[in-house]
């Protein structure tokens, strides 16, 4: 019954930085992990970052590790993703997504069971 809504998407030239927030309704999410996958054009879906429930625990694709940064905010049911020193690699449209479980031992495309409709990110060489 969860709803999953990005923001913040844009065009940024490389090196630039965008935060991406995810907005969740319907029912409170404090207890699901959360995290962002991308899909870059004809390319598949990959991982990118994932935050546990209590915003404590945290794992990042190593394509990103350094530069991006997962965070959320229970009280908004909103999970955040800040994008540093982008590069045109990171071109993709960027979906949130839940997991019931809160943990982030395990955090891949099956494990997922609410989605985002995407957000695009473009970086320019």
């Known amino acids: 019954q969860v709803q999953l809504v990005e923001s913040g998407g844009g065009l940024v030239q490389a090196g630039g930085s965008l935060r991406l927030s995810c907005a969740a309704s319907g029912r409170t999410f404090s207890n699901y992990a959360m995290g962002w996958f991308r899909q870059a054009p004809g390319k598949e879906r990959e991982f990118v970052a994932a935050?546990?429930?209590?915003?404590?625990?945290?794992r990042y694709a190593d394509s990103v590790k350094g530069r991006f940064t997962i965070s959320r905010d229970n009280a908004k049911n909103t999970v955040y993703v800040r994008m540093n020193s982008l590069k045109p690699e990171d071109t993709a449209v960027y979906y949130c997504?839940?997991?019931?479980?809160?943990?982030?031992?395990?955090?891949?495309?099956?494990?997922?069971?609410?989605w985002g409709k995407g957000t695009l990110v473009t970086v320019s060489s």
């Open positions: 997504a839940g997991r019931r479980v809160g943990v982030v031992s395990s955090f891949t495309l099956a494990d997922m069971d609410y």
């Open positions: 935050i546990s429930w209590s915003g404590v625990n945290t």
